[in-house]
């Protein structure tokens, strides 16, 4: 006689059975619900001109922390990956923790913006940004935290003309030796790409463009997404989060055009910054001189900015207080998402909560 099934079995073709239910149900919510409202956290507009926007978030808490925080977003992406939703969100985690927290944003540059370049970012963006901080706080000193090619906005400003007002430094992901992104070098190869034709035909460098090439880095992901999503459409947390990470990684910004020739020219052909020749308006860029308290967070798994294109970052910084400090996790969910929860928020809340009074 054949041996009866064990109960286990029927207990997993039941699980499965409502699973496959669900995903059946919840797939058709998912196609007909609107995409999540994202970076909601309460805030004032002190600043919008043009590309820029200046965001300062509403208290949730007696603060505590005198030296503001001022978070620089890269150009290519929204600043919502630092405010996705309560409870995954940076900024209201640093809120509730009493910090004071503004964030430097970008838009998509208007046709009439095509002729910006670094020095406007840099020399006058950056600046102007903290320059309002000071004004709204009462305080001269400002912590600066940038992300991924914000980080090198907030380095190039902080060599050249970060003090007084810098009071600390952090840097998220952030590439200085940009031979080592290969993918990038691939595309921007200058024996096929032509970027001044792009430049002058198109006026800013197109969102989808960009969009295109953050996918060639990981030709797979996107299928493979799809493919988890499909699997876990019963699970809504994995569809909630999904849906966030999808929106923000999708929302790219199309690149001032000048800007766009001018950071391909300098950073991706000649290595500019590594190399010790970097300028912004013909004013040479040293990050030795920047002797501010320093840490740079870089993730283990980072296929945006590799470790070795970051690595030379903490030699090439003068500051005698600096730390390097290295994370599991990818390029996005080093800030966001339940790893950052976990494990570089509270990283970063004790760092700058030793420097910050």
């Known amino acids: 006689m054949s041996e009866a099934p064990s109960p286990g079995i029927f207990d997993n073709a039941q699980r499965e059975f409502d699973r496959a239910m669900q995903r059946n149900l919840k797939g058709l ?35 505590v922390y005198r030296v503001p925080i001022l978070l620089v977003m890269a150009t290519t992406n929204r600043g919502y990956i630092f405010d996705m939703v309560p409870g995954q969100s940076l900024v209201e985690y640093l809120l509730r923790a009493g910090f004071d927290v ?30 309002r901080v000071q004004q709204e706080t009462g305080e001269n000193d400002v912590t600066v935290v940038g992300y991924c090619f914000g980080g090198v906005l907030s380095l190039l400003w902080a060599a050249l003309d970060g ?32 970027v001044d034709r792009l430049v ?18 990981r030709p797979g992901a996107r299928v493979a997404g799809n493919i988890r999503l499909l699997d876990n459409l019963w699970n809504d947390e994995f569809v909630k989060s999904f849906r966030m990470f999808d929106r923000w990684a999708s929302d790219v910004l199309p690149l001032a055009g000048e800007y766009f020739r001018e950071t391909t020219k300098k950073l991706m052909w000649d290595n500019r910054l590594l190399a010790g020749t970097m300028d912004v308006a013909g004013r040479l860029v040293d990050l030795a001189k920047i002797t501010a308290p320093f840490l740079h967070v870089t993730a283990e798994h980072d296929h945006i900015v590799p470790s070795a294109a970051s690595a030379p970052l903490i030699d090439m910084v003068g500051a005698r207080n600096k730390q ?21 928020w509270p990283t970063l809340v004790e760092w700058l909560g030793e420097r910050s009074t």
């Open 102 to 131: 503004f964030m430097l944003d970008w838009n998509a540059p208007r046709s009439d913006e095509r002729g910006l370049a670094l020095k406007d970012y840099v020399l006058d963006f950056l600046p102007m940004a903290v320059e």
């Open 324 to 344: 390097q400090v290295t994370m599991k996790g990818g390029h996005v969910s080093l800030v966001a998402g339940g790893n950052a929860i976990k494990r570089l």
């Open 163 to 194: 003090e007084p007002a810098l009071k600390n430094l952090v840097c998220f992901t952030t590439p200085v030796d940009f031979s080592k992104m290969e993918m990038f070098q691939a595309w921007a190869d200058k024996r096929f790409f032509d």
């Open 200 to 217: 002058d035909t198109f006026g800013n460098c197109p969102g989808d463009y960009l969009y295109t090439a953050f996918d060639m880095l």
């Open 29 to 63: 919510d998912y196609f007909a619900s609107p995409a999540p409202t994202l970076g909601a956290s309460a805030k004032d507009v002190l600043i919008q001109r043009g590309t820029m926007s200046l965001y300062h978030y509403r208290p949730m808490s007696d603060e």
